[in-house]
């Protein structure tokens, strides 16, 4: 019990830390590309830490999307903190320079980030444990998300401590530039489940 105002003082550092590491980070991440002697091996293993990190925040955006699906009567609350995850996606998707072929710019693959359920898959698999035994009459990803909108949340806020996890463990390996941004979406996630764990109410 004691730990409460610690734990919450820290949750909301963490979402402010978060908000301003998170507007410079977007706009500043070059992954060192653009710093001379920097070796392609070097480039490369960014960009592939930089895909892997954004399939995690896009994984978690596919949850939002199912547990709003299966209980819609939740997406006042759950709205927000989905957009934000959208815009985690979209900052860590690598940057596409920009192509044109007769005349014409080359689509990027980076826009889907922030897609409806819609392009969900067939499943949310670390929601998908808790959901097994909730039974209900979803189809698609909603399936997989507990009937009961107590424990939805719940499994929501165990998916954003592992994708704070996973960003906090890849920034260890990250340039610089890229490891502020992978600083403060791992904020970011940790203050979500914080705010999902603590905020709900049966």
Do not use: W
């Not at 996890?165 to 203050?191: G, N, T």
């Amino acid at each position: 019990m004691g730990r409460t105002g610690t734990t919450r003082r820290g949750a909301l550092l963490a979402a402010g830390a978060a908000a301003g590491g998170l507007l410079t980070a977007c706009s500043d991440v070059d992954d060192g590309g653009s710093r001379g002697p920097a070796s392609a091996a070097a480039v490369r293993a960014a960009k592939a830490l930089r895909v892997k990190s954004a399939g995690a925040s896009r994984e978690l955006l596919r949850q939002y999307d199912a547990v709003l699906e299966r209980h819609p009567d939740q997406a006042t609350r759950l709205t927000p903190l989905r957009g934000a995850v959208a815009r985690h996606v979209t900052a860590l998707s690598p940057p596409q320079p920009p192509k044109k072929e007769n005349g014409s710019a080359k689509p990027s693959p980076s826009r889907p980030a922030s897609s409806a359920p819609s392009t969900a898959p067939s499943s949310a698999p670390s929601l998908g444990t808790a959901a097994r035994d909730a039974g209900g009459g979803a189809s698609g990803p909603a399936a997989s998300v507990p009937a009961d909108p107590g424990a939805a949340i719940k499994a929501l806020a165990a998916a954003e401590r592992r994708t704070s996890d996973a960003h906090a463990d890849a920034l260890v390996h990250a340039p610089p530039e890229l490891a502020r941004l992978l600083a403060s979406l791992a904020a970011s996630a940790a203050a979500h489940a914080y705010l999902l764990t603590e905020g709900f109410s049966s």
